[in-house]
């Protein structure tokens, strides 16, 4: 479904990415791990348009989107959930999921938003609070839902669990694989790397603008360096 051969990006000087190939195949959960700085929030940057790499090509479906500004990205389904969820603080839950509907046209925009509030009664409960009066948690649900009104194919996720206590972040790996099973392609970048390879079928590992391993989970999962940088050494 997406596909990223040789992605060179730039802030000035500095080469954040140095040639990234990455696959993502429809219908899977794809994870892309890595310490602080290794480029994981540029890839993102980089496919949904936000920034524009120098070199490479990325297609999705079958189609160059290269050079696509970001509102270009999302209505070909591409919908990112950015790191730090990225809310409107003072605007309402229901404003902050109808902002994720604004580029569609068809009329089915509130039979979504009440599906929605089915997924997470607590959004519908609170529709009309200010998205700054919500927990963390809530917060990354809204975020989440937002995105999903978009109607992607592909969903990114940056970081969904971070700053979360325990409880929350199972829940929001539970949305992530229900998401998944109901059609839903997902790109996961997480710090959290143990839950990361539970929810993946396959993951790639960065460093410093890099990949430097990928494979099915269950390798990675496995692998002594992936073990010894990430998984505390167990
Ligand atoms: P994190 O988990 O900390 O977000 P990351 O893997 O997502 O890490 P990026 O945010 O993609 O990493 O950063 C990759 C490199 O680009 C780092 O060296 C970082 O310092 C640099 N960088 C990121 N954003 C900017 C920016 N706006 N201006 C200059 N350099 C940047």
């Known amino acids: 479904m997406l596909k990223l051969s040789g992605i060179v990006a730039k802030y000035g000087n500095i080469t954040a990415l140095k040639g990234i190939d990455l696959e993502v195949p429809a219908g899977s959960v794809v994870s892309l791990i890595g310490a602080n700085g290794a480029g994981k929030s540029t890839t993102m940057k980089t496919i949904t348009g936000l920034m524009q790499a120098t070199e490479g090509q990325i297609t999705f479906c079958g189609q160059e989107i290269k050079g696509l ?16 969820r990225q809310i409107l603080g003072r605007m ?5 999921l109808m902002i994720g509907a604004c580029q569609r ?9 009440r599906r929605l509030f089915d997924r997470f ?3 519908g409960e609170r529709r009309e609070q200010t998205g700054g009066t919500l927990s963390g948690g809530q917060q990354q649900m809204l975020a989440i839902g937002r995105a999903l009104m978009a109607r992607p194919k592909l969903l990114l996720l940056d970081e969904p669990s971070m700053g979360l206590a325990p409880l929350v972040v199972a829940d929001i790996f539970r949305i992530i694989r229900e998401i ?3 059609g839903v ?3 996961l970048v997480e710090q959290n790397v143990r839950q990361a390879l539970k929810v993946a079928d396959y993951a790639y590992v960065m460093e410093t603008g890099k990949i430097i391993l990928h494979g099915k989970t269950e390798e990675i999962i496995h692998n002594p360096r992936v073990v010894e940088a990430y998984l505390g050494g167990k």
């Open 69 to 84: 500004a970001a509102h270009q990205t999302v209505s070909r389904g591409i919908s990112l959930v950015p790191e730090g």
């Open 180 to 182: 998944n099973q109901e």
């Open 185 to 187: 392609t997902i790109l």
């Open 105 to 113: 046209r068809d009329n089915e925009i509130q039979a979504d938003i």
């Open 121 to 123: 009664p607590i959004l």
């Open 92 to 96: 309402t839950v229901l404003e902050n």
